[in-house]
């Protein structure tokens, strides 16, 4: 299936230090999302990167894509206690108009 | 701006009563709109989802329903609730084609005893 995987499940750091979560996927997309979801509450959308696009920045989020392993990245720098969520990618597929694909999330805890 | 509302926030229904779940959006036309289920610590799960009023894709077969009867009002529907319906349901809303980025609403948390 075109499912993103994100890896690793959990992770668990102090405040301050950088936070990386990774997407894998399966077949060739027209760009990546990645999501936020705190605690009993609905996700929200925190960055799109186009498959011609390697990089891009928002904030202390920073994105990468590299088509040719099919995975992103998603850095979050300097963490706050704030920060602690789970967060999801999506991907979509290709060729046809078909609703992205979600994955099971990484959930990040940040200890102040 | 556009918002999307999503109710109620919680749920406790009996094995075998029905349900009716509501969302509607405000301040676009013609959305893309999303019903998810999210079961504790996992993934979202696409249940159904709709490009046009009457317009409906069932993802997974199951005990559950959507209807769209106005542009901007999904409806999630069953007629007699299983205990496995129990989770975390979210409405979500997009524009254009269907892998533009999504907006949620908060929820509803269903129980079901």
């Known amino acids: 299936s075109q499912q993103g995987e994100e890896d690793p499940q959990a992770l668990s750091i102090q405040e301050g230090e950088n936070a990386t979560m990774n997407c894998s996927y399966k077949?060739?997309?027209?760009?990546l999302q990645w999501y936020r979801q705190n605690s009993g509450r609905g996700l929200v959308h925190l960055i799109l990167?186009?498959?011609?696009?390697r990089e891009k920045h928002s904030g202390r989020l920073r994105v990468t894509l590299d088509t040719s392993k099919k995975s992103s990245s998603l850095l979050i720098t300097a963490s706050r206690a704030a920060d602690t969520a789970s967060y999801f990618c999506a991907t979509d597929a290709r060729s046809g108009n078909t609703p992205l694909v979600f994955g099971k999330g990484t959930r990040l805890s940040v200890i102040a | 701006s556009q918002t999307i509302h999503q109710w109620p926030a919680t749920l406790v229904q009996p094995v075998g009563s029905p349900l009716s779940l509501e969302c509607t959006v405000e301040?676009?036309?013609?959305?893309?709109l999303y019903w998810y289920r999210q079961a504790a610590g996992r993934g979202l799960q696409l249940l159904f989802y709709s490009v046009g009023i009457g317009q409906i894709s069932s993802e997974v077969p199951q005990n559950l329903s959507a209807s769209r009867p106005q542009d901007r009002q999904f409806i999630l529907s069953s007629k007699k609730l299983l205990l496995s319906d129990s989770g975390f349901y979210l409405c979500a809303w997009s524009p254009g084609t269907l892998y533009q980025p999504q907006h949620f609403g908060d929820g509803t948390r269903l129980s079901i005893l």
């Open positions: 990167i186009r498959s011609n696009e």
């Open positions: 301040g676009t036309s013609n959305p893309n």
């Open positions: 077949t060739s997309i027209n760009n």
